[in-house]
């Protein structure tokens, strides 16, 4: 709760002393944003996830937005170039979905359509075949539904909206922390006992191939692997981990019929994704590689093309003001304390 309140103070000061108009040291050339779920808001009350959503009517906020700032929206194909070449005259940005949500199909593809913007949806294996595990989702359910959470010497009452918040977090944080086996283990006893469908989270929520393969006729579409699995990546051997990143690449090319030049390493910070999963990235022969290390780019990621920065659209601060903030540049580039580049 404290690091969420330290970030809307970022934000909104950023705002207020309008970072966007005077801040162009910060912004660097581009910025490459992240989008995951885009629909209709949700009831009001628990709701751990919300930061993972926005709304349609934000999304076309966003684009008016970077109109309003001067920025070029281009497809993920131009970064390495626009990167190496002279600087441009003005910014660019990125817009990138990951997971492969329905919802994108239904709410965002209409507006990016109509605005003739480019996009890239990332696509994890599992999900499209309807089998993937949405472990937070389960964590999220399972909360919802019972009383008390009890698990490893923890006794969580779970009675009201706070309470599951409370509860959500705690646990959520100390699993992230663990093993992602014993993560993914507990999550999945938790729900099933609370009598969640785990099975159905991730095949009600995402596209299958054969629907991604239609979207992706649109040439506005760029398609992007996410792993087979969508693991944290440097949780596990490096057998594992280029098994990941290689395979999801050949596995979305085989069912859509499109090269993938673009990796999205899922969760993404440093404790998911580091140096030797950058270096397994070139090894595929990925173009770029996309984290969620929070930053905008500049010229000297032309040499970092498999650790990019990216900047996420929180649905927690759905306001023009907090956007602007972020595409100033200003508070991230001192929440990574002035280094333009973070990649060890």
């Known amino acids: 709760m404290l690091k969420r309140a330290i970030i809307s103070a970022g934000l909104y000061g950023s705002d207020l002393v309008r970072a966007h108009a005077w801040a162009r040291f910060a912004r660097g050339r581009g910025v490459i944003l992240t989008f995951h ?29 970077l109109d309003a700032l001067g920025f070029e929206i281009v497809p993920l194909d131009e970064v390495p170039s626009r990167l190496a070449g002279p600087e441009p005259e003005r910014p660019f940005c990125v817009l990138t979905f990951d997971d492969g949500y329905r919802d994108n199909r239904e709410h965002a593809a209409p507006i990016l359509a109509a605005r003739d913007a480019p996009w ?9 075949l309807g089998r993937g595990r949405f472990w937070w989702r389960e964590l999220e359910e399972a909360v919802r539904r019972s009383p008390r959470i009890r698990h490893d010497g923890l006794d969580l009452p779970a009675g009201t909206d706070a309470e599951k918040a409370r509860a959500y977090e705690t646990l959520y944080w100390r699993l992230r922390a663990g093993p992602e086996d014993v993560l993914r283990a507990t999550t999945r006893r938790l729900a099933e006992a609370a009598g969640v469908d785990v099975a159905a989270l991730s095949a009600e929520a995402c596209l299958g191939f054969d629907e991604i393969a239609a979207l992706a006729r649109d040439p506005r579409v760029t398609l992007g692997a996410h792993t087979l699995t969508h693991p944290m990546l440097a949780k ?56 969620t290390r929070p930053g905008h780019l500049f010229a000297e990621h032309a040499a970092h093309p498999h650790a990019l920065p990216r900047v996420s659209v929180n649905g ?25 580049v973070v990649a060890a």
Request: charged letters at 25%; aromatic letters at 6%.
């Open 316 to 340: 927690l601060h759905q306001s023009a003001g907090a956007l602007r903030a972020l595409l100033s540049g200003l508070p991230l580039l001192a929440w990574n304390r002035g280094r333009r």
């Open 37 to 65: 779920h885009v629909r209709p808001s949700p009831p009001e009350g628990f709701s751990p996830n919300r930061l993972l959503e926005i709304t349609p009517e934000f999304l076309g906020t966003v684009l008016d937005t």
């Open 236 to 291: 596990h051997d490096v057998e594992t981990a280029r098994r990941e990143i290689a395979e999801s690449r050949a596995a979305l090319a085989g069912a859509t019929g499109r090269e993938i030049r673009h990796l999205a390493f899922p969760v993404g910070d440093p404790g998911s994704a580091g140096p030797r999963e950058f270096a397994l990235a070139r090894e595929a022969g990925f173009a770029t590689a996309v984290t």
């Open 120 to 128: 890239t949806l990332f696509v994890t294996r599992d999900f499209a």
